[in-house]
């Protein structure tokens, strides 16, 4: 009998939205002269995953909000289906231009559409979390204007391309957000500044626009 690896294996329960997905270990079948056999068996009755749902721009009801809930929840179980006997806490993720910006910014909306998806997908609980919400808006409307807001949203395009770098606008100081670009200073800074644009047109014309 030999050891062969140590390791710790983290957790085998998520306990939050930052450990989502399945967890559990790997199960090593390790034969005389044939190569190991290592599958991974899934440990946790209850996983957690965090969906983002955007596009929403034609979106202005809350029954479409909530199919849209629904297909992004498949995609994402056939993208990595998990254990089949797991239970899911799930929360729905929301931001950008949207006719029904208002109700989802509203508490008890977001409410109502937790429990419906709850009900409809078979989940264990669920929370809807809006983001940076607003009206939809068409950006290159604005871009030319020869005024405080033009000249943003041409800042705004050159930071996000990254043909401009403003002063202590670091990606590494940030905040510490765990996020998959993090690596990439563009590609986290355009993360940061997705849908900036439409929200700073919203916030300067004023959202009643």
Not at 22 to 34: C, M, S
Not at 145 to 172: C, K, M, S
Request: charge should be negative; charged fraction near 30%.
């Amino acid at each position: 009998r030999r050891v062969l690896f140590r390791s710790y294996s983290g957790n085998l329960q998520g306990r939050t939205h930052r450990e989502s997905g399945p967890k559990g270990g790997l199960l090593v079948d390790v034969a005389r002269g044939a190569r190991a056999k290592v599958e991974f068996v899934p440990f946790a009755p209850v996983c957690f995953e965090t969906v983002t749902v955007d596009g929403l721009e034609e979106v202005d009801t809350l029954e479409r909000i909530l199919a849209r809930f629904r297909a992004a929840w498949q995609e994402a179980r056939r993208a990595d289906p998990g254990d089949a006997h797991a239970e899911w806490i799930v929360r729905f993720r929301v931001s950008g231009g949207t006719p029904a910006w208002k109700r989802l910014g509203n508490e008890e909306d977001r409410a109502a559409l937790a429990s419906e998806a709850v009900a409809e997908m078979g989940l264990l609980d669920a929370e809807v979390q809006a983001g940076a919400l607003h009206p939809v808006v068409r950006v290159d409307e604005h871009l030319g204007r020869q005024d405080v807001l033009g000249t943003a949203l041409r800042l705004l395009e050159e930071v996000r391309a990254g043909r401009t770098t403003l002063p202590g606008l670091h990606a590494e100081d940030l905040a510490g957000l765990d996020h998959p670009d993090a690596g990439d200073p563009v590609a986290y800074v355009r993360s940061l500044l997705d849908g900036a644009d439409g929200e700073l047109i919203a916030r300067m014309l004023g959202p009643e626009r």
